[in-house]
């Protein structure tokens, strides 16, 4: 089966510093997607990344504060900017489904971040 | 809008009894409905989908669009089913792949 390696899978930073969180697929998918679980909360998706484009945004996140890579068709990284108390939460990716569903059927280990 | 609900946080049953975990949804297309599980200290992963009609580890949900609901069901639950269980909608089309996930519902089954 599939599978995706993420990294850091947990974190303390500072306020006002910035965390690149890494997310490497074994094989090529089109879409790899960012989600981010507030303490409690269910999953909520951030932007989808779409190799040789700019990434997409939900509403209510950002570019700036959310800067998303996609160099290439197996690997994507999520940049957590200026961070404050509030961005204190799991970060998962997730791939593009391999079928013709096109659907994520996979996910990273998460990133449990805490800023203090 | 598009919106998934699961009405229960935390379900909490006797091993051998039955089990539904509740989902509706609010979706104005076609949407393709999965079942993801989380166990303790494990990454999340897909259970099940509808399209595919599968009974995975005793789970079987069916989509119902009437109703617009995708209730999760097993005839004897395990104590190893403990675990968080989400609901999730996936549109189709361009963004196909995106998923909006239900609040979760905490499944713990009790010898």
């Known amino acids: 089966s599939a599978v995706i390696s993420q990294k850091p899978s947990r974190d303390i930073c500072q306020r006002g510093t910035s965390l690149t969180i890494q997310c490497q697929v074994d094989s090529q998918v089109t879409m790899m997607f960012w989600y981010r679980q507030q303490p409690g909360q269910s999953l909520t998706l951030i932007a989808t990344a779409n190799q040789g484009s700019e990434a997409t945004y939900e509403s209510g996140f950002v570019i700036d504060k959310f800067p998303i890579s996609r160099p290439n068709l197996t690997f994507s990284t999520l940049t957590v900017s200026n961070m404050s108390p509030e961005d204190s939460s799991i970060y998962l990716c997730?791939?593009?489904?391999?079928?013709?569903?096109?659907?994520?059927?996979?996910f990273g280990n998460g990133t449990r971040l805490t800023v203090t | 809008a598009q919106r998934v609900t699961q009405p229960e946080k935390l379900l909490s049953v006797f091993k051998g009894a039955p089990v539904e975990l509740k989902c509706n949804y609010s979706?104005?297309?076609?949407?393709?409905l999965f079942w993801y599980v989380q166990y303790s200290r494990q990454r999340l992963q897909l259970l099940l989908r509808h399209i595919s009609r599968e009974s995975i580890k005793g789970f079987t949900a069916d989509l119902n669009k009437g109703e617009t609901s995708f209730h999760l069901k097993k005839p004897f639950a395990q104590e190893e089913d403990s675990a968080m269980y989400y609901c999730a909608l996936s549109e189709w089309g361009n963004q196909g792949g995106k998923l909006i996930f239900g609040q979760g519902t905490e499944l713990s089954v009790k010898p």
């Open positions: 997730s791939d593009g489904g391999r079928s013709s569903y096109n659907s994520p059927l996979h």
């Open positions: 979706y104005s297309g076609s949407p393709e």
